[in-house]
């Protein structure tokens, strides 16, 4: 019977609301690992990075998160190396994209 159960109406609630987070917080770990590798696990003289992290905080990212990221960006952790790409191409009827 729906509606009897308290804790089937929060699951519910809780892991589309935690989907979402953990997909916004990995977009975030990627952006400080690319701008900690980029210029540096510093914030103070890493703008891009300093930026990320603000963004981070922004929306409530543990900064043992943030953290881990900085150290995985600049080489202090091991793990599988990301790389950033642009990638350019042409769509139907020309159009860049």
């Known amino acids: 019977m729906s509606g009897h159960s308290k804790w089937a109406k929060i699951k519910r609630s809780k892991g589309s609301a935690d ?16 701008a900690s590798r980029q210029g540096g696990p510093n914030p103070d ?12 905080r922004d929306n409530n990212m543990p900064l043992d998160n943030i953290e ?4 995985k960006g600049s080489g202090e952790l091991g793990g599988a190396a990301l790389v950033e790409l642009t990638l350019e191409g042409y769509g139907p009827g020309g159009v860049a994209v």
């Open 45 to 56: 003289g890493n703008f891009r990075l300093r930026l990320a992290i603000q963004k981070a």
């Open 19 to 34: 989907a979402s987070r953990g997909q916004l917080f990995t977009k975030l770990t990627k952006e400080i690992i690319f």
């Open 68 to 71: 881990r990221a900085i150290k």
